[in-house]
């Protein structure tokens, strides 16, 4: 028998300054149980309102819009491409999205050039109506269900592309709602439901019934690129606690280590960060664990658009400095040259075989 792991650090939960519920949104009854959950967090700043337009939330300058839109929820209802699931490679056969934006302060964001307008968190109200729509795509994914390896897994849906369901789950309740939903409901099929997050409360979602259908990843990486370049996230050895919490509770979990970068003496950070998890997983039974491993990338709008928020980073950034990829459309994005890529993958992959044996690798991007 193992003995349980001390309680790690205190998990951050956000709250936000203001909410906002749409005209729309309203007549949901998801809507209801966000607004309970504000309420019960103290927040006394929410407004319904009469439209659906969000206004409000420019400043008199970038950085007073962006302050303002990070302490803001504005409750929605999904737009129609939310709710016509798209592939999602590598990580699962459709996204799904319960929210779109988050409250981190992350200088390498990703979805800083995906998302518009000021960074608000926009969580959809109408996810009765999402979550009943994910029958129509069991059995026809095409990235992980015809995957040999990862076929097991059955359709996979991704519902952290836009957001970071457990950094919002403290006032939302979607991501409870999403892994209830998909654990005991009856798709004819198999199914798995993915989220990652840089956050630690998983207090809440250890007694859901979620019939191994749910894997929590734990967004990880050393403290010389979290303490550097991440704002407002849970610690590494929180979010490294809380994943030793899930997996001794006998869920599915993983690592997601990103963004992978060649800073300082990255090779004993990473290696450290490996035997930390493996430390913190020890003895556990019938661990069921994954890892994916992604290098930091950036595209031309995603670098403008983090560099007006974060005038001041240090992230390199520069093309120069890097290999241009086109994606299947044309999109340029631009990731490390080659030999940097094979150095981090060669040690990255190599340390996971070492430090965490039992975890299967899903990908390397």
Known sequence: ?????????????????????????????????ILRRCEAA?????????????????????????????????????PASARKLDPIPPSADWRVDLARGCPAHCQYCYLAGSLTGPPVTRVFGDLEEILAGLDAYVGHGTITSTSAARAGEGTTFEASCYTDPLGIEHVTGSLSAAIRHVGTHDFGGPVQLRATTKFADVDGLLGLPHGGRTRLRFSLGPESVTGRFEGGTDSV???????????????????????????????????????????????IEDLDLTAECITHRFTP??????????????????????????????????????????????????????????????YWT
């Not at 003995?3 to 749409?22: D, E, F, I, N, Y």
Request: proline letters at 7%; hydrophobic letters at 40%.
């Open 1 to 33: 028998m193992t003995t349980p792991l001390a309680a790690g650090p205190r998990p951050r939960l956000w709250t936000p300054q203001h909410v906002l519920v749409t005209r729309s949104a309203q007549e949901h009854p998801h809507t209801a149980e």
């Open 42 to 78: 103290g927040v006394d700043d929410v407004e319904l309102l009469r439209g659906d337009r969000i206004t409000g939330l420019r400043g008199g300058s970038e950085r007073e819009t962006y302050a303002r839109a990070k302490a803001t929820l504005a409750v929605v209802t999904s």
């Open 237 to 283: 050895s929180a979010r490294i606690a809380a994943l030793a919490r899930m997996a001794r509770a006998g869920w599915p979990v993983g690592v997601t280590i990103a963004p992978i970068m060649p800073v300082g003496d990255w090779r004993a950070a990473y290696s450290d960060l490996l035997a930390r998890v493996a430390a913190a997983l020890e003895g």
């Open 301 to 362: 709008g995603s670098k403008e658009t983090l560099e007006s928020w974060y005038p001041r980073t240090r992230l390199e950034m520069d093309p120069e400095q890097r290999r241009t990829k086109r994606g299947k459309f044309g999109a340029v994005k631009h990731v490390y040259p080659d030999d940097v890529m094979a150095d981090l993958r060669a040690h990255v992959t190599a340390e996971l075989a070492d430090h965490l044996p039992v975890a299967r690798v899903l």
